[in-house]
């Protein structure tokens, strides 16, 4: 098994102006000395954060609990910087303040990092070993009951669509696969019609740090389907948490934001291959 931190080159990072890292729901004790601790990371756009966004935490907390040998003790939702150029993308400020609010007044261990939001593109990769520096080297990781000390080992959290891409070939670079997959791992939702077998055996070399989570209740909301009906004038209240439907509401949100036409869908893939194939600088 893969240990975070193991690996970990980089010793300090550039934040963006005025950036702390948000930690007052991360558990700094370990309630079971004998699991190894993780704090599960969902890179996204969130654009803007719905319920299946945070269902897939709660998810991934349950199947944690019942399979595995590992305690969760914080999650993080970290939205893209702007300069992802993503169609429906709305500007980082609010995308932040739409997660923030959600996290908020829908758990009670979720939380939300800023600082992939407000620079410069980041590469997957690169998150990661953001997250692994702040809560290891920064904060120290976990202890125990006993004050033994714990590194917390990051694990990324995202939907099936993601495994599908990093198993084409030429899409995502064998480093930041070997990187993503072999030092930290990752946790796959299952979603409504997305086959996960041939995907994973694309990425067999890695098989041991993927760990596929069934959607027992379908659920297909997206993003994109809520910026629709907010273009038409369509009610998304019980798609998104309230607070969020509020804010989009009292700002005037994606008022203006139509639906991707094809052409759009397939510029939107081209520009994620490419992303995903950045060299680490």
């Not at 969760?72 to 609010?101: E, F, Q, W």
């Not at 593109?121 to 690169?126: E, L, S």
């Not at 953001?130 to 080992?153: A, K, M, P, S, W």
């Amino acid at each position: 098994m893969s240990t975070a931190g193991s690996a970990r080159k980089t010793t300090s990072f550039n934040n963006p102006p005025n950036y702390s890292f948000v930690h007052h729901r991360l558990r700094r004790t370990l309630r079971d000395a004998k699991k190894q601790p993780i704090v599960l990371v969902a890179c996204g756009s969130f654009s803007p954060v719905t319920y299946l966004h945070l269902r897939m935490f709660e998810m991934a907390k349950d199947f944690v609990r019942q399979n595995t040998d590992f305690e969760i003790v914080g999650g993080y939702l970290s939205p893209v910087s702007d300069m992802y150029k993503k169609p429906g993308l709305l500007n980082a400020h609010h995308r932040v303040a739409m997660c923030t609010l959600a996290a908020e007044q829908t758990s009670s261990w979720l939380m939300i990092d800023s600082w992939e939001a407000f620079q410069n593109y980041q590469r997957t990769a690169v998150v990661l070993d953001h997250f692994d520096y702040e809560i290891n080297t920064v904060l120290g990781g976990v202890q125990t009951e006993d004050g033994e000390h714990r590194n917390v080992r990051v694990m990324l959290l995202a939907g099936s669509d993601l495994i599908s891409t990093m198993s084409e070939p030429g899409v995502w670079s064998t480093g930041d696969l070997d990187h993503i997959l072999g030092q930290y791992g990752t946790f796959i939702i299952e979603r409504a019609g997305s086959g996960m077998d041939q995907a994973t055996d694309n990425l067999a070399r890695w098989k041991n740090n993927i760990y596929l989570i069934p959607q027992l209740i379908q659920n297909d909301v997206s993003s994109t389907k809520v910026r629709l009906f907010l273009k038409r004038g369509l009610s998304v209240r019980y798609l998104l948490p309230m607070a969020v439907v509020d804010y989009i509401e009292e700002n005037g949100l994606y008022l203006d934001d139509g639906p991707s036409s094809e052409k759009e869908k397939g510029k939107e893939k081209e520009q994620e291959a490419g992303s995903s194939k950045k060299t680490v600088s």
